[in-house]
């Protein structure tokens, strides 16, 4: 990056964040710090919502997951609108009624306090190991492009997210996240149009999507399934577990999860809660089109131009300082030699296109295919040379693809405008999930179990200090984040342990009147157990993890209160 990347870097971050301070400068107790003093319209919830999605792991992974998988991780997202429909009938409502702070406070008043704390210990395990890996992702940046070493980046990186954190509650969230999108929107858009405009002077966007496609990565939908495989449960994206797994997902994570509850809860009505819900689920589907096919764009560009055999270039200079140094030159060689028959075939194949020369077509794409294969192959020589000079390294480059096209391809300005983009991501969602352990912390545990009477001003000051203790253990979690492969799909895989049995417990409280409080809890516990035992033996992909989690809930719910009624009907209303 030169002076121009890091000034346009400065100003843009320290404008979103002082903007936000300055709005939050007001915020002295309990509601106004997690709830906003119930002042945010429908358009600051909608932002809210998107920005507390959109983290920096959407914008440095999803491209590359795009690269290397092609677009079919969209069909995660189709079950989201349905979900939202049916939180805005079900979930808001209730919650607006009882006002509560956080979603757990319910769970108390239809069953026990154990349903209610297990409840909140679940989501402040699965938030606040989620938001570790958040940390992370910034830190990648950082350590690139500075040459830090990556645990004190996520010192540095985790630090400054604190403070900022600290120096505001909801209110800041909302409207720096407001800011951050909007800036987020114009960066990654400069971005799909610098793409473009890079590739050779004949292709457009529409002969790029055609190349794409040839090579198998346009598949949006997915509908073949080989149910005689044994393993067609684990096939992670087609559209079948994109609807109801990704429905299931959805519907868990905006109505069970309090980092998405919390943005709603701060809406001025019923009314502007579903707003903003509704428009969330018409509008992501089309943006993650938009940043998977940045990914998609990336992918042709390297068909044009020489791309490394590796994108984490600082593993590539572990090897280069290594004994190991001219195998990797000559695995390099051999790489570029590939590269130069990939632009050659793909020159040929957009050529054969466009005058409708299917024969020559279907031999150039074949060709093109071995090619990306062979590349695959040398890719995997260097991953074994790069597990050979440290053990422990990252081996998958996923998210290094969009930021290593950043810095090195873009030109001065945009790359400083990029990589803040990238932070602001980081920082309005990671601020977000903060305010969310905080918020269920005190009001979930440390009111509810060990300081009963006290002020609001007491209350708000333990916020401060707890959600300082949550910034550290998500530093400490970001320490393991390197071993995850794919950031954006570990945090659903991630989410997708817990959210299922969350959502059971919600959806025994809204719709099985006759099961009480000892029931749903032990329910919920031999659930949990269950998805953890099936998602170590990798019986099934992610998505239905949260299809299995719900179910398994009411089902064992169900039949302990029909076997011991009497026990477990004494302690719930």
């Not at 990704?246 to 809860?265: E, H, I, K, N, P």
């Amino acid at each position: 990056m030169g002076s121009i990347d890091w000034i346009v870097l400065f100003i843009t971050l320290t404008s979103v964040i002082g903007y936000g301070i300055y709005k939050s400068k007001h915020e002295k107790n309990l509601n106004s710090y997690f709830k906003s003093n119930n002042s945010m319209n429908w358009f600051l919830i909608l932002l809210s919502i998107m920005g507390t999605q959109a983290s920096a792991i959407t914008f440095l992974s999803a491209p590359g997951q795009a690269y290397t998988d092609g677009m079919r991780f969209l069909q995660y997202y189709y079950g989201l609108p349905l979900a939202m429909i049916v939180l805005c009938i079900t979930f808001v409502p209730l919650f607006h009624r009882l006002k509560v702070y956080t979603a757990y406070e319910f769970l108390e008043q239809r069953f026990d306090v154990n349903t209610r704390i297990f409840t909140s210990i679940l989501f402040l395990i699965s938030r606040g190991l989620s938001t570790g890996i958040s940390i992370y992702a910034p830190s990648i940046i950082l350590s690139s492009l500075l040459g830090w070493n990556i645990y004190l980046t996520n010192l540095v990186m985790g630090g400054l997210l604190i403070i900022y954190t600290l120096s505001g509650g909801a209110r800041a969230v909302a409207y720096t996240q407001m800011q951050q999108l909007f800036i987020i929107f114009i960066g990654m858009f400069l971005a799909g149009y610098m793409v473009i405009s890079m590739l050779p002077q004949q292709m457009d966007l529409n002969d790029t999507v055609m190349i794409a496609d040839e090579l198998g990565k346009m598949n949006t939908i997915v509908t073949t399934i080989d149910i005689s495989s044994q393993d067609w449960w684990k096939d992670k994206y087609n559209i079948w577990s994109g609807l109801i797994g990704g429905f299931f997902l959805a519907l868990s994570y905006f109505g069970t999860d309090q980092s998405q509850v919390g943005r709603y809860l701060t809406a001025k009505s019923i009314k502007e809660s579903r707003m903003g819900l509704l428009l969330n689920g018409l509008v992501k589907i089309p943006m993650q089109y938009f940043i998977l096919l940045i990914g998609i764009l990336v992918f042709t560009f390297y068909l044009f131009q020489q791309s490394p055999v590796f994108f984490n270039q600082s593993q590539l200079n572990k090897v280069r300082n290594s004994e190991y140094a001219a195998s990797l030159l000559q695995i390099e060689n051999e790489f570029n030699l590939l590269n130069d028959s990939v632009k050659k075939t793909t020159l040929a194949l957009h050529n054969a296109i466009q005058e409708n020369k299917n024969e020559t077509r279907q031999f150039l794409k074949q060709s093109l295919i071995s090619l990306e294969q062979q590349r695959l192959i040398k890719k995997a020589e260097v991953i074994a040379l790069i597990k050979k000079a440290d053990p422990v390294a990252d081996t998958n480059d996923t998210n290094y693809i969009f930021l290593y096209f950043v810095v090195n391809h873009l030109p001065a300005g945009l790359v400083g405008l990029l990589i803040a983009v990238i932070f602001l991501a980081a920082w309005g969602s990671i601020a977000a999930a903060l305010n969310s352990l905080a918020s269920s912390s005190v009001i979930d545990i440390y009111k509810r179990l060990w300081h009963h009477n006290k002020s609001e001003e007491h209350y708000y000051h333990a916020s401060k200090w707890i959600t300082l203790f949550w910034g550290v253990f998500c530093i400490a979690v970001a320490m393991f984040a390197s071993q995850l492969g794919s950031l954006i799909e570990a945090v659903n895989v991630l989410g997708s342990l817990f959210y299922g049995t969350m959502l059971g417990i919600f959806v025994v409280a809204f719709y099985v009147k006759p099961i009480k409080g000892n029931a749903v809890f032990w329910g919920a516990l031999l659930a949990e157990s269950g998805v953890i035992i099936i998602y170590k033996f990798d019986i099934v992909s992610f998505l239905w993890l949260n299809v299995i989690g719900c179910l398994l809930v009411v089902v064992f719910a169900f039949f302990i209160q029909i076997f011991q009624p009497k026990a477990l009907t004494s302690t719930s209303n």
